[in-house]
């Protein structure tokens, strides 16, 4: 069974920076496409930005409330994640989860979750 | 952007009622569609995927349905442990979507 944990959120100034990692382990993460997706308090879901494993060249794609000012990365070889957030908005407090789609899949869903990490953006 | 709007908000059935939620988009999808499921304090579930494949371990009373713009999820009989707050998904294109969400309670 896929797990993922997430690790680096908490408490950040307004226009401070965070980075998140996101470890997996019990799947292929090479081929893999790891997605950020966020949660404000008592909201709905977010869709962040996502990166393509290297069998779709390492693509990437933001939201637009973010583009620009986040941006995913990858190492294979570490099995991990993460999500570098700068010039960061108090709107942008929220638990962000990291999921993957299975890029070997003819098509899939955002099968596996983590259970998210908190960032406050507040002075 | 593709946009979802998923009608009802919210809604509350009777254990054993079929229970029907609804996702329209602003633009014709692929199948590239999503449903998932989040508990209270839990983290989201995937329950049907290529807008009506059962993810492995789903109980069949839930069903996805549709093409284009329009898109359904069925619960066929509720269950109480069905309680939550479901999310459609496009993944036709970048950026990404959710819709708004739309919680069941038991009445």
């Known amino acids: 069974e896929g797990q993922l944990v997430e690790s680096g959120g908490g408490l950040v100034q307004p226009g401070g920076s965070l980075k998140l990692s996101c470890a997996a382990s019990g799947f292929m993460f090479s081929g893999s496409g790891i997605h950020w997706v966020r949660q404000a308090s008592g909201k709905g879901l977010e869709w962040v930005g996502r990166i393509r494993s290297k069998g779709k060249n390492y693509a990437t794609g933001y939201a637009e409330s973010v583009k620009g000012r986040f941006t995913v990365s990858r190492d294979d070889s570490e099995n991990t994640a993460y999500l570098q957030m700068d010039s960061l908005k108090t709107e942008d407090s929220a638990v962000y989860y990291c999921?993957?789609?299975?890029?070997?899949?003819?098509?899939?869903?955002?099968?596996?979750w983590g259970r998210g990490t908190l960032v406050t953006v507040s002075s | 952007d593709i946009q979802l709007t998923q009608s009802p908000s919210s809604l509350s059935a009777s254990v054993g009622d079929r229970v029907t939620v609804t996702c329209r988009a602003t633009?014709?999808?692929?199948?590239?569609f999503a449903w998932y499921q989040q508990k209270p304090g839990k983290v989201p579930k995937l329950l049907i995927y290529a807008a009506s494949t059962l993810q492995s371990g789903v109980p069949s009373r839930f069903s996805g349905t549709g093409s284009g713009t329009d898109f359904t999820l069925t619960i066929s009989s509720l269950q109480p442990e069905d309680v939550a707050t479901y999310y459609c998904?496009?993944?036709?294109?970048?950026?990404?979507?959710f819709g708004g969400g739309t919680k069941v309670e038991i009445k």
């Open positions: 999921t993957r789609y299975d890029d070997t899949a003819t098509i899939s869903g955002l099968d596996y």
């Open positions: 998904q496009q993944y036709n294109s970048v950026p990404l979507t």
């Open positions: 633009q014709g999808l692929s199948n590239y």
